[in-house]
């Protein structure tokens, strides 16, 4: 699961985090993470190289700022289409669009307030029902510092960050729509789903 932050070192942190998944839905496990800041297009052939490192794990992209991040010729917009044609192990996501029965699809998972608020709640019942293995404190310490903001969304307290609770929380928001895993060949995975 990739959180995309910003590049400079007073920006949002990018989270790279993987998880094993064999024991969902029992509980998912956080077994490795990086966290820092680059350039986008590092990040995803960074992200990409540990999924390969993980048995070609299945790779999720939070997509809101390569979508959005697209000025003064900042090539983000397609970051992802590069990767998927050299990693073929990314999440894609359907995209419906009025009259067109066969819906679109597009790398990356697109976080809204439709799709954050089921990611958080099913995060806050994983964490409530012991279900998250989580090591690192950090991750702690921001899910202690998330709130309902008063014009109803919901991020971090002023001068803190969410940027590694929203990949467990966009992980847990997407396992119930991936295959089980064959635990001979796949058990630590970065999250994702298939094609």
Same mark, same amino acid.
């Not at 310490?141 to 008063?150: K, R």
């Given at each position: ?29 956080v077994v ?8 986008h ?9 540990? &999924?390969?490192?993980?048995? =070609?794990?299945?790779?999720?992209? *939070?997509?809101?700022?390569? *979508?959005?991040?697209?000025?003064? %010729? ?22 419906? *669009?009025? %009259?067109?029965?066969?819906? &679109? ?18 995060? =806050?019942? &994983? ?5 998250? *293995? +989580?090591?690192?404190? +950090? &991750? ?6 998330y ?16 940027d ?32």
């Amino acid at each position: 699961m990739v959180d995309v932050g910003g590049r400079s070192f007073k920006s949002d942190y990018s989270v790279i985090a993987v998880f094993d998944r064999v024991s969902y839905p029992g509980s998912l496990e956080v077994v490795a993470q990086w966290r820092g800041h680059c350039d986008h297009d590092v990040l995803a052939w960074k992200a990409a190289a540990i &999924a390969r490192w993980y048995g =070609n794990a299945h790779l999720v992209y *939070e997509s809101n700022t390569l *979508e959005t991040d697209n000025t003064e %010729g900042d090539p983000s917009l397609f970051i992802l289409n590069d990767i998927a044609m050299y990693y073929g192990n990314l999440y894609y996501r359907s995209l419906t *669009e009025p %009259g067109n029965l066969s819906p &679109a699809r597009r790398p990356g998972f697109h976080t809204n307030r439709a799709t954050k608020s089921v990611a958080v709640t099913r995060l =806050n019942a &994983a964490v409530r029902d012991g279900l998250l *293995e +989580e090591r690192d404190m +950090e &991750a702690c310490n921001e899910m202690n510092t998330y709130e309902n903001m008063p014009n109803g969304s919901q991020g971090a307290r002023q001068g803190h960050h969410d940027d590694i609770l929203i990949t467990r929380a966009i992980a847990l928001a997407v396992l119930p729509s991936m295959y089980s895993p064959d635990i001979f060949n796949d058990t630590v995975t970065l999250l994702g789903g298939g094609r």
